[in-house]
């Protein structure tokens, strides 16, 4: 089977299985490149063979082809137990158009048969249709969920940026005030935007303190979120060195214990608070900020209160072995950790 991004895994086919299943390991292959992004539809309930019940995670593929002609769209797939395989069930056999199999050599045999593209009637809302051959854009004031596959996902563009476009292809720019967050990437950074201080991008912090709430009453213009994917998390930025972060402030710890060769943790707590902001370095710069706070934004309008009520930017992604529950973004470099409601920036 062939997905959105182009990769490939096996199923075997089971005509008794009622929807598609993916084996855990095979669902976070595909996923944790996030250049598939599955949509979320919630828990549900399955049978195995031995008769017993379990719960399982729902969740629908936006494209999987069996072959160029045998394509199917919005496939509800559900992700096995632990130790589980991928079946191709009936919910991708009823989709295909005519099919049968040749059971003197196992060969299932299927009918010439893709699934048109929707017509405009069909779209989902903010989606348009800007050509006689199908192809579909965002509406005026929204784009893409993942600009590096477009498809029917969309999401408004954020705040303070603006089109004077009357038609297709609309092109954005950023109000008076602001300016692009990454002007080397404005697509890639999901048209991310920053204020334009008076006084500086960012106030330096208290010496000695480099906590996210000494942050919160550091001067710093008001529409200015502190926290921008991809880049930093106030005045910690990635890529710094231990030099530069220690001008900041000295951590409380400095963790190099059960770390991959060449990582090292340094850890700042707040005494008043018990925020914490942990700064990973790879081979002496900074590669990872974790953080934990009750107030912050970034430009996109994520804050903590999407753990409970997800913003539509951020999928989540349940645990699996090894890997704990958590929000990733869409535009990537930011997610969020739910066991230890902790945001993370990263490249």
């Not at 038609?167 to 990454?182: F, I, K, L, M």
Request: hydrophobic share 35%; net charge negative; glycine share 8%.
């Amino acid at each position: 089977m062939t997905f959105s991004d182009g990769s490939r895994e096996y199923f075997m086919l089971d005509t008794g299985a009622t929807i598609t299943a993916m084996s855990p390991e095979t669902f976070v292959r595909l996923t944790k490149s996030r250049r598939v992004l599955p949509t979320y539809l919630g828990e549900g309930h399955a049978t195995l063979a031995d008769n017993s019940r379990v719960t399982i995670d729902l969740w629908e593929f936006e494209q999987i082809s069996l072959s160029p002609t045998v394509v199917v769209h919005n496939l509800e797939v559900m992700v096995a137990p632990s130790g589980g395989s991928n079946l191709l069930g009936m919910n991708f056999l009823s989709q295909m158009g005519t099919w049968s199999i040749n059971s003197s050599n196992s060969t299932l045999i299927t009918g010439q048969q893709t699934t048109p593209s929707p017509s405009q009637n069909q779209l989902p809302p903010h989606v348009e249709v800007v050509d006689n051959e199908g192809h579909t854009r965002p509406a005026k004031g929204y784009m893409w969920v993942d600009p590096t596959h477009p498809g029917n996902a969309v999401i408004p563009v954020p705040t303070h940026v603006v089109t004077n476009s009357l038609t297709q292809p609309y092109q954005y720019h950023p109000e008076p005030g602001y300016r692009w967050a990454n002007p080397n990437d404005v697509l890639g950074s999901r048209f991310a935007v920053v204020a334009i201080p008076s006084n500086g991008v960012y106030a330096a912090p208290k010496v000695g303190v480099g906590t996210m709430a000494d942050y919160n009453t550091t001067p710093i213009p008001g529409e200015e979120a502190g926290v921008i994917p991809h880049q930093r998390v106030y005045n910690f930025a990635l890529g710094m060195t231990k030099k530069e972060v220690m001008k900041l402030g000295k951590p409380q710890d400095q963790i190099t214990t059960g770390l991959s060769a060449g990582v090292q943790l340094w850890k700042y707590t707040n005494k008043n608070t018990g925020n914490t902001l942990q700064v990973y370095f790879d081979h002496e710069q900074v590669s990872l900020i974790c953080f934990t706070n009750q107030k912050f934004s970034t430009v996109e309008g994520i804050t903590t209160a999407n753990f409970d009520t997800p913003n539509a930017m951020l999928t989540y992604t349940p645990a699996t072995p090894g890997l704990s529950a958590r929000f990733d973004y869409a535009g990537r470099g930011l997610f969020y950790l739910v066991s230890t409601r902790e945001g993370c920036v990263v490249k």
